[in-house]
């Protein structure tokens, strides 16, 4: 006999719920309900909500519960239910972590949370009910009330209100005597302080962590007890065929990922031609404009933000000519990212997701219990900010090295997210050794197209726009002197007199040169060094920095940035 068809022998029959049962059930609730209702509009009695706030930060940890997301590893209906209480998990956080409680002030659990409701962003995930594990809207978040109150236990609060669960779940906190059922609105998790405390709770890839934080202790937590008791069914699983709820489990279906994407390189696009797979979803911006519309292969669903790029390209086109464009960027980002973090499903558990989504991503609580790759095409913004600031010390007269700078939050939000990547995927050389061996997944430029120049003459071209973080402070001190021409790839520039005595003008429109002597780019930063790429391939000369992102190879010459003398020398070579 199978263990399902065991169980179901075993089951006793009066223990069946019925639909005369769960209308029961239903009428109890909404008397229940409209009690609690009227209880919480009396002055004196309702609780208030809690704000976050950032008093608390450093204060000494009272408590940390750590509970694992994946509870279980049933076929795809069980899958779908525990993706489905991560997703409720996920909207409850937003009224939970960083709240700070005044001391004596009284937290309630659904005050915070609010109603479980699909228009708020809950889905149907597990919860118990009539001693059954079935499928509602807003289920599982009794995972995150007994955290919070095995932590308020730990943390030495005041439970004022807390309703344990009338059945028991196998290796739960229930069976600890560590649990607190909650269930819109009547059956609460209240607790308050003697001094105040902070709760934070996060999602990693498959744990929810919860921690308090808070100066001094209150009373005195109670030592665990065992509970014994009748045992929860599984509607998956019991095996229980005459129960109307009966809802058996199909075969487990392969995991789809949600590609999170912006704009297209040749290396990212053949990426997701050699892993996208059925079910796979990608996220663009849009297909119906822009010179990149149509760079990513169309292999999977596809679900678009044409409202958010179209806005994107009309600030960009209308900004005046000294607005930050890097601010403006930033906030388009951010537009994206919510818009495509809106069409998530909940069955996406794993992510691909572009840099420049990503702080945006995280601040809004997308990531959180998910997996995550990203697509990486530059060095963190804290390492651009590092490197950038010390050039502006070097050269504080630029107009432009006090460009690109994010705010503090985006920032850290980065930083802590790609912490929690589970990889990260680059063609950029510089990027993959900012990071640890092994934790970066190195890509191959993809070919480039060569120039149609011969190796020839005295003419080098600056393979970007001359601005002082592609170092042009460097070559205009190394060139100084040498029988020489410098062409500038494109426009903008560091200032009207920058190169003057020099042989130095911008490539025209369309201009091709016949020959040169080769490419040069000493930058400081630099994403996608395609210019250099099609040098290499002319078998031109190619001189740069390893900022550039080119591994050591035949034609290459690299010298360290804001150094003139091995440019100078470099540039000697490629001439003689």
Known sequence: MSD????AATMPKAGVPTRASALVFAAKATLLRARRGAQDVTPGLAPI????????????????????????????????????????????????????????????????????????????????REGCMIATIGGGLCQLSNALYDAGLQAGLEIVERHAHTRIVPGSRAAAGRDATVFWNYLDLRMRGRRPFRIEARLTVDELELTIRGYGAGIEAPAPHLRTGLAAHDCLSCGQVTCHKHNPDTEAAVLPTAWLVDMATPEFTALFKERAKPGDVLHLSTRRFGASAGAWPSLAEERTADLAALRRALALRIAPAKAPRAGLMLAADARLAAAHARRLSVDHTHLVVAQALLPHLWQAGALQGRSFEVLMDRLPIEALHRILDEARARYPESPTLGDFRAPPAIAAAEREALGAATGLITAHHAVAAHFPAGRVDLLDWAPAPPLMAK?????????????????????????????????????????????????????GPGEQPAELAGIVLPAIVEQRPHLLLRGLAAGLPVIATAACGLAPQPGLTLVEPDDPVALRSALIAALG
């Open 49 to 128: 909500r809690h704000l976050r706030r950032a008093a608390l930060t450093d204060a000494p940890v009272l408590a940390t519960v750590r509970t694992p997301l994946w509870t279980s590893a049933g076929g795809e209906k069980d899958r779908a239910l525990n993706a489905g209480k991560i997703q409720n998990l996920r909207s409850a956080l937003r009224g939970i972590d960083g709240i700070e409680v005044e001391a004596g002030r009284t937290l309630s659990f659904w005050r915070q949370v609010g109603r479980p409701t699909r228009g708020r962003g809950f889905v149907a995930g597990r919860e118990l």
């Open 455 to 507: 190796r020839s003459g005295s003419t080098f071209l600056f393979a970007g726009p001359a601005l002082a973080r592609k170092g042009t402070h460097a070559m205009r001190e190394a060139m100084a002197g040498l029988d020489m021409a410098l062409l500038i790839e494109r426009a903008a520039e560091e200032a009207p007199d920058f190169w003057a005595g020099l042989d130095v003008r911008r490539l």
């Open 4 to 7: 399902r068809l065991a169980t």
